[in-house]
């Protein structure tokens, strides 16, 4: 089962707006990590937080951390076109190997 | 170019065969997962190697299988295959496997259709 999963599934948006996905996990964790990918392509590591942050910037991205919660969102700002890809929260639970879980992943699309 | 390299990109074999997908992690890095995604599905983890060892068990069907070997790259071995095992296959590595919040690093896939 997935540890992670983000909302909303999907998401469309105009070149220049913000989007925001969230993500929610289900146990305790010492960091979450968001990726892109681009369609049918690798992974690629966008930004990490650890479990005592909660807010990180990193250019246009902003990512939050609500462990009471149990989640995390993911901003990005003044969206382009090439911001359209495929969005993925990570995360690795607390104690043992590194296991890291992904979520659903959420869809998004930029319009020109 | 994330460092980690797989082999092959693009692979079409027929149900009931075996196939075997290859992975060369980033220099140095010690530990090395598999990954699967369907399509329009999320990863699925299917198993860690740290070092030459398994650390971590995922989703993995027992017609798959893994090693690293002493050069620390690493193979998955799909057997019996079946359609629904068509997916993208992926292979990242991280320095450690400690709990340390490492990036993991992805290669870019290798596809198997099943026919």
């Given at each position: 089962s997935q540890q992670g999963e983000e909302d909303p599934q999907a998401l469309s948006i105009q070149e220049g707006e913000n989007a925001t996905m969230n993500c929610s996990y289900k146990t305790s964790i010492n960091n979450l990590q968001w990726y892109r990918q681009n369609s049918g392509r690798g992974l690629v590591h966008l930004i990490l937080i650890r479990s005592n942050e909660r807010e990180k910037h990193s250019g246009r991205l902003r990512v939050t951390l609500d462990t009471s919660k149990k989640s995390s969102s993911l901003l990005i700002t003044?969206?382009?076109?090439?911001?359209t890809a495929s969005y993925f929260c990570a995360t690795d639970a607390s104690g043992g190997y590194q296991k890291v879980t992904f979520g659903t992943g959420t869809k998004l699309q930029v319009i020109p | 170019d994330s460092g980690v390299t797989q082999t092959p990109k693009h692979l079409i074999t027929a149900t009931g065969q075996r196939v075997t997908l290859r992975c060369s992690p980033r220099s140095g890095d010690l530990s090395v997962y598999w990954y699967q995604q369907s399509l329009d599905q999320g990863l699925q983890f299917l198993i860690q190697y740290y070092n030459g060892e398994e650390r971590a068990k995922g989703n993995i069907l027992e017609r798959f299988s893994a090693q690293q070997f002493p050069d620390l790259h690493s193979e998955l071995n799909l057997s019996s295959l079946e359609l629904g095992d068509s997916a993208l296959y992926f292979c990242a590595s991280t320095?450690?496997?400690?709990?340390?919040g490492n990036t993991i690093y992805f290669g870019e896939g290798s596809w198997l259709t099943v026919v």
């Open positions: 003044a969206s382009r076109a090439a911001d | 320095p450690t496997t400690g709990v340390g």
